[in-house]
Every structure is written in C-alpha cells, then in structure tokens.
C-alpha cells in the first residue's frame, strides 16, 4: 500500500520545493466533472450543515483522557411514564430452527476481532457529528501544515444511511513559500456495514490539481476509481481503473477512521482488508503500549499503535511509523510519526471539538 493515511501524501509533499501560488489551470471546473460517476452515485445530504462549535473546543485534557480522577455527577433518577407488563418468553427447544437463528454467530470477516461489536455495528460508536480533531504537521520541530479530521452530518449514499467524513491538509503561510498544498476529501462509509461506498479527492496544489472519485460497489464486489489532473510536468492527465475487492474492505481513506472503532487491548493485533490501487491488503495494527502523551491540550492517555500490510501474503512494515489513539470510546488519533531518510515527520494533535451523537 503506497499510502497509509493522507497523512503520508502530506509528507511527500513537504519534501518538495515550488513556486507560493496554486497551479492555474483554465478548465479547472472540467475536472471535477464526470458523468459516469454522477449517473453511478446519488448522494443526498442535510441542506445545511452546521458549524461546529467552536465554544465547545477542547482546549485541556479535562474532558478527553485526562490523567488525575474524576468525580462524576449522580445520575438523574426518571420514573417512566408507563412501564410495561413483560412477558416471559419460553427458550426455544435445542436443536429447532428458532435454536439455531437465535445461536450467535462469529462476526464477519474473521480476520476482524469482535470485542466491542455487534455483527458489524460497534456497541459504542466512537463518532459524533460536528466531531473536528485539527493537528499541526511538523518536520525538523519547524510547522509545516495543518491536518484536519472531521466527522458530517449523515448523508444518504444511493439510499444507504452513510457517514461523512472529511481530512482536509494546508499549508501554513510561512511554508506556503516553499510549496502551496490545500487538499481533503470526502469519505462515505455505509452505517449498517461500516464499509466505504464513496470518497471524492480534491487536490490543489503548486504543482498540480487533480479530482480523483472511487466507488466501492460492495453487492458486485467492484471498485471503480476515476482520476483527471494537470501537472506542470505532463499536463492533462485522465484515468479510469477497475478491479475485484475482498468482502468488507476498507480503502486508504475509510480506514484511518475504521480503526477507531477497535478496542486495541495492549499486545494485542488487530486487522482489516484493505483495498488500494488494484491491489487488495491486509492492514494490521499492534497496540505497543499506553501511555501519557504531553500534547498543547494538557497530558493525554493515549494507546500507541505501530501499522503494518500484507500483501500477497508476505508481511510488509510500513517503515518506522507510530500511531497514537486516546484511550477512550472516541480514539481519536492523536499523533502520528513518520521516519523518513532525514529526520522524522509528526502530526499532533492541537485541538479537539467534540461533536453530538449522529
């Protein structure tokens, strides 16, 4: 898997150097036009989405993992307004039809641990919506960008309730002399399923603007990837890729939020399919260790993550690279590192505004 996390790309990017300004191109409006995705794919979204709450921003660690205890508020006693006559229920007979409906079954796929889930569903989803974790991206202890994870409003992708979500990279004004970046996309992930059906990539750079759309048909187990861009190097560029993907594949995208909805129990390895590029991998994470991880929002209780692929069958490490996730029901990601040839590159966590639940 050439990338990880968008994360990555970012990285890729700071090593470059360019003109401050974003590549003008004069048909910039053709490229995110394309009919075959647009008749393919119906997304219905609220009319308008509301601002996140930035009163509600988590400037300490008070309300997210904080290390000293708390005490918490005695629960509000309700008295319902009818409470109902239940009636008991004779357990079917071992062996019958009933026996065996009700038997519980091993969750799909079962390469995917099950602590924590229902069939596919987690017991506690870790998304809100108006959900934004923002990182500073640093090379060398320098500021380079900023990194943001957001969670939308649900939407409703070919008439499947979805969830939305959204990383968005900049770069900052002092580094935009070097090299302009102002890249997200949007990622669609069924809510039944927790599979992606859709993301939608917007590339403005110095040295490019690209549109690239996938769309992950789960009934026909087919991914469909579309890509139109201009380069400075090469010009006009347009391609259109399909191939065959695994039951319950995440893609590049999906999957950084995925694994929030993992337990990661300390030596523990968890894993998922993943699909990218016309090739189909095995993503697995092991939980190292936790510790307290001293970010701007105060000391955080964090579970460190080191990735790793299989492709082919054969295991790959993705370099030295280290994850950290709070070590709570939200697992945010809070720092990423990622060694390179000169120096190591980090993305941590500057604020966190908690959203509601969808």
Known sequence: MNKISVVTGLFAVLMMTGCSSFLQYEKEAQLKKNDEFESAVKIEEPAAVPEADTAAAITTAAALGKTSGDKKAPAKK???????????????????KAAAAAAPTRRQPELEDDAGFNGRRPIVDPFRVGEEVVHDVSYFKMSAGELRFKTLPMAMVNGQKSYKHNIAIKTISLFASVYTVDDN????????TVTPTVFELHVKESGQLREAKMLFDNAKKMATFWEKKVTKKDGEEEKREQWEIEEYAQNVYSAIYYMRMFQWEVGKEYAFRVSNDKENLVFSGKALRKEVLDTELGPMKAIVVQPNITLKGKFKPIGDNLIWLSDDEHKYILRIEAKIKIGTLVSEVVSITPGKMP
């Not at 996309?185 to 039944?192: L, R």
């Open 185 to 192: 996309i949007d990622i669609f992930m069924d809510y039944e």
């Open 78 to 96: 309700t008295t319902p307004a009818k409470v109902e006559k239940k009636t008991a229920v004779k357990p079917a007979k071992k062996g019958s």
